[in-house]
């Protein structure tokens, strides 16, 4: 049966990795759903003029260009024997556990999902 994604018409084959913990056909965990992967951040053209990118010389931009943040929530399946169920869990929590630098900022994890086409990697806080 296809997976569903939030709004986006279903796939079937998938493969992902998150914080090195893979996801999918031949794992213990499996996607069953996922919103804000496919959301459109609106750029800050208008919002935040020292974000937009202007050009000062030819080939040359002020700074570097960066799209707004957003949320991607997925949701997730561990599916186990009896004997692994316990351990499968506590590699999801390890790499789902929110982490912080020693200065106290959330440090990043990666995510890579590939639907289809070419694989995606993202890298995000985790929250919660």
Known sequence: MPIVLGSQAP???YSATLNSLP?????YYRLVGMT????????????NASLARKAQANGSWPMPY??????????????????SF???????A????PQVDSY???????????????????????TS
Do not use: C, K
């Open 23 to 27: 996801v999918g056909a031949g794992t």
């Open 11 to 13: 796939v079937g084959a």
């Open 36 to 47: 804000g992967w496919f959301d459109v951040v609106s750029a800050p053209l208008g919002g």
């Open 104 to 126: 106290g900022q959330p440090v990043q994890i990666p995510v890579t999902v590939q639907l289809g086409g070419a694989a995606q990697t993202v890298y995000g806080t985790v």
């Open 94 to 97: 390890q790499a789902t556990q």
């Open 66 to 83: 960066y799209v707004p943040s957003r949320i991607v929530t997925l949701l997730l399946a561990v599916e186990a024997p009896v004997d």
């Open 86 to 92: 316990d351990g499968a869990v506590s590699a999801l």
